[in-house]
């Protein structure tokens, strides 16, 4: 089966910018979560939704944060304005019963 | 609050020595305990759970609720294992230990 995909793999912008990030699942999969890694540091859940519903956003920093997930499937990430401290590798993941299946991770550096 | 804690960011070892990956967490209730992995250039993806108790490539780990330990161990490491291993506590991840196998 294919994989969670996300785009774009890579992506610069200068701070006070906006950015989002796309996140297709494994078909099938009711729960999907948006982490942020930053560099030397282990994956953070920012957002979790069953279906189309938030289950938990507690970590998501809401001032400048957004995310949605339309039809209960694809999913998007976006921050406006991005601030020097966004710079993170953004990592989707999807999950049917309780195993997380990874996706490749968007880097983002914010100059 | 939940708390993951893997106290080594980088361990080295020699092929065929064992090896054994410290995690502790924080948490009152029942855990839901997780070992991760990220190979070179590859995806993040589970190692094994708490739950299942299974052996996946020659690791293992133990759920030791009087020490909070939820430690990875392999008895002979292989070349092949050289990757990030990440500790999990339901969704709640620790630093990162970095495993280097050298021949």
């Known amino acids: 089966e294919a994989g969670v995909a996300q785009s774009p793999r890579y992506k610069i912008i200068e701070k006070r910018q906006s950015v989002a990030f796309w996140c297709n699942p494994i078909?099938?999969?009711?729960?999907l979560y948006w982490y942020q890694q930053i560099l030397g540091q282990g994956p953070k859940l920012l957002i979790q939704f069953q279906n189309n519903g938030v289950v938990d956003d507690s970590q998501l920093p809401k001032d400048r944060f957004s995310a949605e997930r339309l039809k209960g499937v694809d999913s998007t990430l976006k921050i406006q304005p991005a601030k020097l401290e966004d710079s993170a590798v953004y990592l989707c993941?999807?999950?049917?019963?309780?195993?997380?299946?990874f996706g490749p991770g968007t880097r983002l550096l914010v100059l | 609050a939940q708390r993951v804690t893997q106290p080594e960011k980088l361990l080295s070892v020699f092929k065929g020595a064992p090896v054994e990956l410290k995690c502790n967490y924080s948490y009152s209730g029942s855990p839901e305990l997780f070992w991760y992995v990220q190979y070179s250039r590859q995806r993040l993806q589970l190692l094994l759970r708490?739950?299942s108790r299974e052996s996946i490539k020659g690791f293992t780990a133990d759920l030791n609720k009087g020490e909070t330990s939820f430690h990875l161990k392999k008895p002979f490491a292989q070349e092949e294992d050289s990757a990030m291993y990440y500790c999990a506590l339901a969704l709640n991840f620790g630093k990162g230990t970095s495993l280097l196998v050298t021949p």
């Open positions: 078909s099938g999969h009711a729960t």
């Open positions: 993941a999807s999950s049917l019963w309780g195993t997380q299946y």
């Open positions: 708490h739950i």
